[in-house]
């Protein structure tokens, strides 16, 4: 079964999973980069990294609309369901995950922050891990920066990672290059750069050195590009 992945700008991800539409950190919604609306957007389950709005953003409108389960630590997942009236969610916490129809999602650790937009406490911030039916993996590590423990997280076999290299809040460049070389993905697509003046970064040289410095295959996608598993 093929996997076809759409970026939506930053952190945002589609993934077509068979028949399933899963979303990660949908942030269209005041975000230069999006290529659609985020009322255009499909969804089956919405998985949120941590509580920030550039990632959270617009989960519950889409949530409302489509009916999407949210998958998230607890205090997002909860904070969903009490302040938004989101019935559907999945209250995970780090290193726990939930069987999914397409496949089990688990949380990673990140080292970042996490509050939710307004003001509550998020919980622990987290990376995202989704092990597919078909043996896909693919790894989105959310907002953080490098840690060692990245590289159990490649023991899973990563076919994607989705890694930030924005700097600034996150690792940049050089941190994601060990963070490649610590979880030895197959194929890494950059994310969470270019949004704002803070985080420019040029992918051309990130890809050449990916290509130089490492084994995986390095991904640069326009928002709304799309990349195939197969
Ligand atoms: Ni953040
Ligand atoms: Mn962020």
Not at 11 to 36: C, F, M, Q, R
Not at 163 to 191: E, W
């Amino acid at each position: 079964m093929t996997i076809t992945l759409t970026w939506l700008g930053h952190s945002g991800v589609h993934l077509k999973i068979g028949e399933h539409d899963v979303l990660i950190d949908p942030y269209l919604t005041g975000n230069p980069l999006a290529p659609i609306p985020a009322d255009d957007l499909p969804a089956d389950f919405i998985l949120l990294s941590h509580g920030h709005d550039d990632h959270v953003c617009d989960a519950a409108s889409i949530a409302r609309r489509t009916g999407a389960t949210i998958v998230a630590n607890n205090e997002i997942a909860i904070w969903y369901r009490d302040t938004h009236g989101i019935e559907s969610v999945h209250t995970l916490n780090t290193g726990g995950g939930v069987r999914l129809p397409f496949g089990r999602v688990e949380l990673t650790i990140a080292h970042h922050s996490s509050a939710l937009p307004d003001g509550s406490y998020g919980g622990q911030p987290n990376g995202i891990l989704i092990l597919t039916n078909e043996g896909k993996n693919i790894y989105h590590a959310g907002d953080t920066a490098v840690f060692c423990e990245m590289q159990f997280i490649g023991q899973r076999g990563i076919d994607l990672a989705l890694l930030p290299i924005g700097d600034y809040y996150t690792m940049g460049i050089d941190g994601s290059l060990q963070a490649i070389d610590l979880i030895q993905p197959k194929a890494v697509i950059p994310i969470h750069y270019n949004t704002f003046d803070v985080i420019m970064q040029d992918a051309a040289y990130w890809a050449q050195r990916v290509a130089n410095e490492t084994d995986a295959l390095p991904v640069v996608l326009d928002p709304g590009g799309k990349h195939t598993l197969s």
